[in-house]
């Protein structure tokens, strides 16, 4: 059995994100999230996420961070403000349940302006808490 953690819950919240006809229009129709990093020249505006989990409780119970970086080039910050907002608004105390965890929640912790260089392009960071039950890996660690 092949146990992928990471893979479920950033598929869960992927399809979250991009399947959100409110973020699409923030957006300008389309909902471009990318993996740690955009690809070479994306098209303003896109999201980049990542999701770090570390083991802090008992081994059933896993926490971790979870980060959307919201990038965008505008005359002023009004699109990355709507875009900040619809993703609170969809992720923040939201429970999940994927294939491999069970019991998620997902709650804002902090968020804002990251400065750049280049004039016009706007960077906003938004960092969530998640914590979840390791459905799969528990059922491999407890039949070794």
Same mark, same amino acid.
């Given at each position: ?64 961070? !979870? ?11 009004? &699109? =990355?403000?709507? +875009?900040?907002? $619809? ?36 960077? !906003? ?11 799969? &890996? =528990?059922?491999? +660690?407890?039949? $070794?």
């Amino acid at each position: 059995m092949t146990v992928d953690i990471q893979k479920s819950i950033l598929s869960s919240l992927y399809t979250t994100l991009t399947a959100d006809t409110t973020l699409k229009a923030a957006m300008g129709g389309t909902v471009r999230l990318y993996p740690v990093w955009a690809e070479v020249d994306a098209e303003f505006p896109y999201l980049v996420n990542k999701l770090d989990l570390r083991g802090t409780e008992f081994f059933p119970n896993q926490t971790g961070t !979870y980060l959307v970086d919201i990038w965008s080039d505008s005359t002023n910050a009004e &699109e =990355t403000l709507a +875009i900040r907002k $619809r993703i609170v608004e969809l992720l923040d105390e939201l429970q999940f349940d994927t294939t491999e965890a069970v019991n998620g929640k997902i709650w804002k912790q902090t968020d804002g302006f990251i400065p750049e260089t280049t004039p016009g392009i706007w960077h !906003y960071t938004i960092q969530f808490n998640i914590r979840f039950y390791r459905k799969s &890996e =528990t059922g491999v +660690i407890i039949g $070794r």
